[in-house]
């Protein structure tokens, strides 16, 4: 029964784009109405009707403790009674930042904003400022957030130059932006070959999750850091979703390649509008009102959310079990989604099934996988109140609060559909 579901997405059609703040949750792709949440404990979420479902999308990553964590919630309900924001200098702020620059050596520097785009965007403006350069390279099928030059992919046959992936994208604000293909370090060699001293940066999800979860292949990054190194233009790692996930140090410190720049989301401030940017002091101390390159936002280190960051990542520094819990829960999901006979990327607590029995090594791979099972195993699993990301090209993320019985409920669950 979801008939309130039902009630409030007519109503919100009528007041908001496809009745939603961001697309992928109107299920646009997937045989089923959206569900609206009214609340969230643990790895559990319930929605407006009551149905209970065992969250597998958990905010896109930042639940790393499940929702509501105690600690979490009891300082954020403690700050709330202080007041909501100041636009003013406050010490949760600089708490948090000290927390991440001194327990994250790539991460000298750090400047707090409210999200992964605006974290994204504004990494850019930095690598452009610090380096007088212009070009950017990213990846077909890694996503960075909606501003304009990152949203962006090939054009038919245009692979060198993107071609606006948006209406209201206009061609001056893509033509800056080169398309790589992910775990392809030719296609990256040749781009540098052809604008030459041009390129400010390159920017990758270090483990690719918007395109389902494909990991690096053996000494990608270490190749993307030695090209950058080469050509003059720093690496960004766009740790949106890999950020003190697959380690404290994000997907840095698991595969041991140190970026100039890093970029994070929700996941700094558990699950609060935050996102930061932040990596060498050299390059961030070329940000406003230090350096040229202009950055602001009256909401950027709001205390509630650093709030939230500081228990929530306080926690994980202090609890290294925390990674050995969540990248074991991962594997046994991979393992056994893999006895569906369906292909499985797995990185840590990221994983991703693919309807398709080839291997899924890069974006041409994924686009392949059957999306139309895909939306027919999507609705099942919500009948058998299992919440996944309404889109084959996502992750499934694990927390701490996960149970291996509710892992195997829900490979039985997914054998059962793919019978
Ligand atoms: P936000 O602006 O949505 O906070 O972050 C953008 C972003 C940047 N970089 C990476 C690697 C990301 O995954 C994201 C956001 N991810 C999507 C889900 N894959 C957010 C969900 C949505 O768009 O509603």
Redesign the pocket.
Known sequence: MIERSKELFERGKKVMPGGVN?P??AFGSVDAPPRFIERAVGNKIYDVDGNEYLDYIGS?GPMILGHNDPIVLAEVTKACTKGLSFGACTEPEVKLAELICENIPHVEMIRMVN???EA?MSAIRAARGFTGRSKIIKFVGC???HSDSLLVKAGSGAMTFGDPDSAGVTKGAAEDTLLASYNNLDSVENLFKEHKNKVACLIV?PVA??MGVVPPAEGFLEGLRQLCDENGALLIF?E??TGFRLAFGGAAEFFGVRPDLVTY??IIGAGMPV?AYGGRRDIMECVSPLGKVYQAGTLSGNPIAMTAGIAMITQLLNDKSVYEKINSLGLHLAEGLKETGYTVNNVGSLTSIFYTEEKVESYDDAIKADTRLFSKVFAGLLEAGIYVAPSQF?SLFVNTCFTVDEIDYTINTYKKLLK
């Open positions: 961001s992928v949750r896109w999200s992964g785009t994204v996503y960075h957030g999800e999750a918007n766009d949106v979703i989301g929700k996102g996502e």
